[in-house]
């Protein structure tokens, strides 16, 4: 009886530290400015990363010994981009809950729209790294098609439209 109570408190706790994460909300309860802590993320060496046709012609050059060294430092390459996106979602989510709670109806959208899909960019970039970490161990195994770069490309689309709205008479924000 006593373990299924230990049981029961580890996992809730291990979902409100999920939840916070995903969010992107600090324990030590620091805010920062969003936008400046934003990192760039170049998607398209990201993609050359994770391409399968990319993966399979180093499968057949390479010996055996050889692809998975070189596998190995291209998918810890992957995840620096994927953790750099996520970082990048949990200001973001920050920056669309900030703008949701504006008065004009728009801006109240687009933040909402910003902040939730900021929130599944995080998951999904967790969900990844775990897959990735996954593929570090096991070299020979394939390495799965991931939709971090897509997710992303669709925040920034928001972050770009919220832009728009919140301040129409400047010029297009820098891409983050």
Same mark, same amino acid.
């Given at each position: 009886?006593?373990?299924? @109570? ?10 409100? @530290? ?5 969010? *992107? ?17 170049? %998607? ?9 046709? =990319?993966?399979?012609?180093?499968? =057949?050059? %390479?010996?055996? &010994? ?5 596998? $190995? =430092? $291209?998918?810890?390459? &992957?995840? =620096?981009?994927? @953790? ?13 809950? #900030? ?10 959208? #687009?933040?909402?729209? %910003? ?12 969900? &990844? ?8 161990? @096991? ?7 991931? *939709? ?8 920034? *689309? ?13 010029? &297009?924000? #820098?891409?983050?």
């Amino acid at each position: 009886m006593i373990l299924a @109570f230990f049981l029961v408190a580890v996992a809730v706790i291990a979902l409100v @530290f999920l939840v916070r994460l995903a969010k *992107g909300q600090s324990f030590t309860g620091r805010t920062l400015d969003a936008v400046s802590r934003i990192q760039p993320v170049d %998607l398209e060496a990201f993609r050359n990363l994770m391409d399968p046709a =990319e993966e399979d012609y180093l499968r =057949e050059s %390479l010996s055996r &010994a050889e692809f998975r060294m070189i596998h $190995r =430092e $291209r998918l810890r390459a &992957a995840l =620096e981009y994927i @953790f750099c996106a996520a970082q990048n979602a949990a200001f973001l989510v920050r920056a669309g809950d #900030a703008a949701r709670r504006s008065p004009e109806p728009s801006v109240a959208e #687009a933040g909402e729209r %910003l902040m939730n899909s900021a929130i599944s960019l995080r998951l999904l970039a967790l969900q &990844a790294m775990a897959k990735l970490y996954w593929g570090i161990l @096991f070299p020979s195994a394939r390495s799965s098609s991931i *939709g971090v770069a897509d997710s992303y490309e669709r925040v920034t *689309g928001l972050v770009f439209l919220l832009g728009r709205l919140q301040h129409p008479s400047r010029s &297009a924000p #820098a891409v983050p």
